[in-house]
């Protein structure tokens, strides 16, 4: 049975070397399957080739397979020491060597012609061996193109023209590999995220482990100032931790016992004891280096598009060249000038600006983006998510925090002074959710030391009990009044509050009244803002939709500024909802938790889960996942997304634009070799530098 394998790819920096090495790794007898990402530099191949004939695929570009494994920092080359830099430098100083015999006073064209010479073998000799295999075997790629260029300007006696060439591409080269690793940067940065290494205990023993040796059940020692090597579950010390490698908050977060922690992030004052929940193949930042580098890997739509044009451009543009340089002189022009044109027209024919105009901006995006965490599982989804025009938000756990919290203790006229302490101790009997928020709610007021017996639940109405001799009842105000009759003034607060869309209890003793209590999933602090945020970015249409009472969803419209409101919902009302929607304003994202919402973020346009950090539903189910669980990183995707969109059209108009301009230029027989390689290496660096902009964005 044949096995996936894989493997990382070092001096891969160009997207046709990229697709060349993925078809010549195909080729290989044993290989069933190939598949090359270029954004995460990495191999994935079915099959059982070797290492070597890896690398002999390779070869060609010099490129070199390493291990997944492989830990090793990848060595930093200063500036001046890089091949490609030194290659270029000595390329400069004999073509200005060239050109000093060129233009003094008495010039010496033979003196000249030898060091335009000399510049061309330095600066072109690893293309040339190149393109002159990819020639012997019919293979039109960019370095073939300017091969047979450069040699055809030599042979016309243009040397000046061609040295320049030379010069001008192993210019753009060194500046093109430096881009794409600052592009590829990102990667780079979460891999090195969680240490290799981590001081463990097990069976009572002290061991320093790498931490592929690192298993289930052992307890790591973390150290203040320490990363935390594995995810895992605090079992005992008390610290905060800086998460923003992996979710994007900027303000570090308390861990106490029991808390689940993450590898990566980093351990600020308390030492901490953890025991590891996952191997390290299986972290959250192990999850999020495979989905980010598999999203690059995915072609984006405008893609797919630039790599079908390529596709047929080249051959076309050869034939345009052929047709240059031999019909003109056939109708009675000098061969020269028409060969020289026909040559240019070569050099702007290289497709490596048009190929590369996409992949280097969807990679710097993602890449920037898992920087602010939040995860985009493909091109295609960064694209999809530029186009959206109304977005559908869940209530529970999206707008609001997902957790009731008691907002109101209002306690009537004669009230006993210790009631709280009574109602706590009741509902400390109780799984209720709403029972667990007043319970928290007494706590932070001090300690529940009374006891309870008799104890009783009643469906839908609240709880009873005895506590320290009195009967005290918790629940609902209709049913309180069904055991007493309630204060006016206190019947009035309790319709305030239910109108402003909290859940109201009453508090009896003794069948007497002593205080209401008012409870609700309080909205995030950011609801508003971000909602503000998303109209004036230009989304048209918001909605919320929720499983929750008319009233209550009302209430929280009115405080976030969502449009449209649609309640009482079962998940598969949403996912109709969502349906419509996409009908009435087309595309669509849907925001929810990533479990309960499922069907509707399946059935949006865009699935955007709120959590991702260590849930792997919201990870697996969900197009897009905002790590913190915050929703301000809403907006910022969404500009990320739009702002990917309009680079992605401005690098294929100046790849497209300039090459016409350049070949406009053949009318009145100004085109040159300079002008085509301007137009050619020039697109390519503009491209480039254009996508780069894309690391600017923040939150």
């Known amino acids: 049975m044949t096995t996936k394998t894989e493997y990382r790819l070092e001096n891969l920096s160009c997207a046709s070397c990229a697709m060349k090495f993925e078809n010549n790794v195909k080729n290989i007898p044993s290989v069933a399957e190939a598949t090359v990402n270029f954004g995460a530099s990495k191999l994935s191949f079915t099959g059982d080739a070797t290492v070597e004939e890896l690398q002999a695929a390779g070869a060609f570009d010099g490129i070199k397979v390493v291990p997944l494994t492989n830990r090793q920092p990848e060595t930093k080359i200063p500036f001046y020491r890089r091949k490609e830099n030194i290659v270029t430098f000595l390329s400069l100083i004999f073509v200005i060597a060239g050109m000093t015999y060129t233009y003094k006073e008495i010039p010496n064209p033979t003196v000249a012609t030898g060091l335009f010479a000399v510049a061309i073998i330095i600066g072109g000799t690893g293309m040339f061996l190149t393109g002159l295999k990819n020639l012997a075997r019919l293979d039109f790629d960019m370095k073939t193109l300017m091969t047979i260029a450069i040699i055809g300007a030599a042979i016309i006696g243009e040397w000046q023209e061609a040295a320049v060439v030379v010069l001008l591409f192993a210019l753009s080269e060194a500046l093109e590999a430096y881009s794409m690793n600052k592009a590829r940067q990102s990667i780079r940065d979460l891999m090195d995220i969680a240490p290799p290494s981590a001081v463990v205990k097990r069976n009572n023993e002290v061991l320093e482990l790498q931490t592929e040796d690192i298993q289930i059940g052992d307890i790591l020692l973390v150290k203040p100032g320490q990363k935390i090597a594995m995810d895992g579950i605090v079992k005992s010390g008390r610290s905060t931790v800086n998460q923003a490698p992996i979710t994007g908050e900027s303000v570090p977060v308390l861990k106490e016992v029991n808390d689940e922690v993450f590898a990566g992030t980093l351990n600020e004052e308390g030492a901490l004891e953890v025991t590891v929940t996952k191997l390290v193949g299986d972290t959250t930042i192990a999850k999020i280096i495979h989905l980010v580098e598999e999203a690059q890997a995915e072609k984006a739509p405008s893609q797919k598009f630039v790599d079908k044009f390529a596709k047929y451009y080249t051959p076309i543009i050869i034939a345009v060249a052929i047709l240059v340089a031999i019909v003109p002189p056939l109708f009675g022009a000098e061969w020269q000038p028409w060969i020289y044109q026909g040559l240019a027209v070569l050099v702007v024919g290289c497709p490596c600006a ?331 660096l503009l491209v480039v530098l254009n996508s780069l902009r894309l690391l600017r964005i923040h939150k």
């Open 354 to 684: 048009l190929v590369v105009s996409t992949p280097v901006a969807i990679v710097t995006a993602i890449g920037n983006a898992a920087r602010q965490g939040v995860l985009i599982k493909g091109g295609v989804h960064l694209e999809e998510m530029g186009r959206i025009t109304a977005v559908a938000f869940d209530k529970t756990g999206t707008l609001t925090r997902g957790y009731p919290e008691v907002t109101d203790f209002i306690v009537g006229r004669g009230a006993n002074a210790d009631i709280l302490q009574s109602v706590a101790a009741v509902e400390s009997m109780s799984q209720h959710p709403l029972a667990r928020a007043i319970v928290n709610y007494a706590k932070g007021q001090g300690p529940i030391t009374k006891e309870v017996s008799n104890f009783q639940s009643v469906t839908g109405k609240g709880a009873y009990a005895d506590v320290d001799g009195e009967l005290i009842h918790v629940g609902s105000v209709l049913w309180a009044s069904e055991l007493t009759e309630l204060p006016d003034d206190m019947k009035q607060h309790a319709v305030k509050l239910q109108q402003a869309g909290k859940s109201v209890m009453a508090v009896l003793a003794n069948h007497t009244f002593q205080a209401l209590i008012a409870v609700t999933d309080p909205l995030r602090e950011e609801s508003a803002k971000v909602l503000q945020q998303l109209k004036a970015i230009g989304i048209r249409h918001t909605v919320m939709l929720t499983g929750d009472d008319q009233r209550t969803a009302e209430a929280i419209a009115l405080q976030t500024g969502v449009t449209d409101v649609r309640a009482g919902l079962m998940p598969e009302d949403k996912l109709t909802a969502v349906k419509e929607l996409i009908g009435d304003y087309g595309r669509v994202a849907m925001v929810g938790d990533g479990i309960n919402d499922a069907p509707a973020l399946a059935a949006s346009s865009i699935g955007i889960a709120m959590g991702g950090a260590g849930t792997d539903a919201a990870l697996e189910t969900a197009d897009i996942a905002l790590m913190a669980d915050d929703l301000s990183q809403l907006p910022y995707t969404m500009k990320l997304s739009r702002k990917t969109l309009q680079i992605i059209k401005e690098n294929i108009m100046f790849a497209l634009g300039l090459k016409i301009v350049a070949l406009l230029l053949i009318i009145p027989g100004w085109l040159t070799l300079w002008i085509a390689i301007f137009a050619d290496m020039g697109a390519t």
